[in-house]
């Protein structure tokens, strides 16, 4: 199967990611320095962007998931954040990360603020490797953002469209 048919153009390529991923990395060890950071994949789309990240991080990191759904196949946001899947461990007291594949709406961040905030953290902060501010509805602004995009639809590096495409190594907008 040729995955890459339905490809229009690639918006931001392998190169480009690697090297990006890595300035993040750096930004986030220059501010939590030793300090241990609690780092959150939301599953699914994170998955990727995430398991580059966490290898350049150098503090002490534990890792946690978190599914969060709110697109359920459907191009444009329901508003409606299901959780899928909760935290195995507890946040009260600990530095939290939470690393984000796309923020759109902000509808997701913001029901998840809310949401982990009620469990005491020390602190909470959002790193994205796409930020699309133009769409914006709820008051979500990332700490850390890897690209900032224009309103494309975008798959690949675990960006999926019908849930399938999460593997390309790359970011494309479709045809
Ligand atoms: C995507 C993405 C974010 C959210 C952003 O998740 O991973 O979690 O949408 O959109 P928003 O800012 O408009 O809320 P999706 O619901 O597609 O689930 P997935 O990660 O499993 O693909």
């Known amino acids: 199967m040729d995955l890459h048919k339905d490809i229009a153009r690639i918006l931001i390529s392998e190169e480009e990611i690697r090297a990006r991923v890595e300035g993040l990395a750096k930004e986030i060890n220059d501010d939590y320095g030793d300090k241990p950071l609690v780092v959150v994949c939301i599953l699914k789309g994170s998955v990727v962007f995430f398991a580059d990240l966490v290898r350049r991080l150098t503090m002490p990191v534990r890792f946690d998931f978190m599914a969060l759904s709110s697109y359920e196949n459907a191009r444009v946001s329901s508003g409606i ?23 759109d709406t902000g509808h997701t961040l913001s029901h998840l603020r809310e949401l982990l905030y009620s469990r005491a953290p020390k602190s909470i902060r959002f790193c994205t490797l796409l930020d699309k501010p133009s769409r914006r509805e709820a008051n979500i602004h990332p700490d850390y953002c890897g690209f900032t995009i224009e309103d494309h639809f975008v798959v690949g590096y675990g960006l999926d469209i019908g849930g399938e495409h999460r593997q390309l190594p790359y970011v494309a907008i479709m045809k």
Not at 89 to 94: A, G, H, L, P, Y
């Open 81 to 103: 954040v299901r959780v899928a899947m909760d935290l195995y461990e507890t946040i009260e007291d600990k530095d939290v990360l939470i690393v984000e594949d796309i923020i």
